[in-house]
């Protein structure tokens, strides 16, 4: 069978010296990104101060939004983009109200300790409570209907991962926006671990808010992070974490906040500039090649890692249902770390994950034989204990 996706490989320079499986922690760079940030170098040493207006620089958190748009189902003008997922998280945090009747924030155990950090950090000083639903015993989801149970009319946001970052598990993000919907709850989702690996829709899922990056799936590298926010609570609510770029003048520079209208209104302080150069040019890439095939080569190669791992009798911390499994892969084997540092060393990327074990995250750039060779790596450094000196230099050594 022919793989018609590797034809992307000759954009991404990394791939010709390592085998690149870690997309899910940092997508390899296209190499256009070199031009476009030599494109920002040459705009800032040309144009100075006056690039702002002249090369669009104001506007580009709403227009690089627009890029990413089509990834999530949304319209042009309906994503923005900011540094982190933490700030974006923290920006819808601070856009709500939290009467005592109706305080309630539902989040999940499984979700990613930076998100979960800006909650528990802000919940009590805005008058919120979080509320945890534990993870199912085999720890690799969150039961739907213990999510949707947690749900109540003293639920004012339920605030969760929409595929999960150690499992890759992947939510019933749907059922659980209408459990939210049903009794005047509000909706955020971290997609970081979905948008550019399995397809996402906003409009589908009903979801008010939706966060993600760049910087793993859509190989658009760091400090470019999507907030989108539904049309129909847009405007309506004003972030209290809040900038100069989201006012209605911001170069009138009045004492008082006067919140814009529309994307702009979602927006902080001055953007960071080059991140936003740089991160354009995968996200245009996966557009090309459709993420219906990103999705059916990664159902098939993660599929393939399972058995390659069930063979030598690793646990396995991914759903075996395919329809709940994202993009990676974890399996533990026999002294995981030390291993994944043999890997690396060997110029195999992956990484590690404490109860999740060697993460292998194949993307749509990634050879069938990529994958054979990975595992048959780990074969090799275990049978002749290549592992140990990694062990010696931790410490670990028994």
Known sequence: MTDRLLR??????????????????????????????AEYVDTWAGHGVRAW????????PVDVGSEIAPLLGAA???????PNVSLAQAMVLSALDYPAERNRIVMTAHDFPSVRYVYDGLAQRLGAEVVVV??????????????????????RLVSISHVLFKSAYIMDVEAITRRAHEVGALV??????????IPVDVARIGCDFLTGGVLKWLCGGPGGCFLYVAPGVRDTLAPSLTG???HARPFAFEQEMDYATGPMRWLGGTPVIPALYAATEGPRLLRKAGIEAIREKSLRQTTRLIELADARGYRVSAPRDPAKRGGTVAFDVPHAYEVSQALLARDVMVDYRPGAGIRVAPHFYTSDAELEAAVGHIDDILEHDAWQPFAAARGTVT
């Open 134 to 155: 534990e993870g199912d015993d085999d720890a690799l989801g969150v039961d739907t209907d213990a999510v949707c149970a947690a749900i109540d009319e003293r639920t």
């Open 8 to 37: 992307f490989r000759s954009e991404f320079p990394i791939l010709e010296r390592t085998t690149y499986l870690v997309s899910n922690s940092l997508g390899a760079m296209p190499h256009t990104v070199a031009d476009r940030l």
């Open 244 to 246: 100069w770029q989201a």
């Open 53 to 60: 207006a002249k090369s669009g620089w104001w506007e580009m």
């Open 188 to 197: 955020s989702l971290d997609a970081f671990h979905s948008v550019g690996i």
């Open 76 to 82: 042009p003008g309906e994503v923005v983009m900011v």
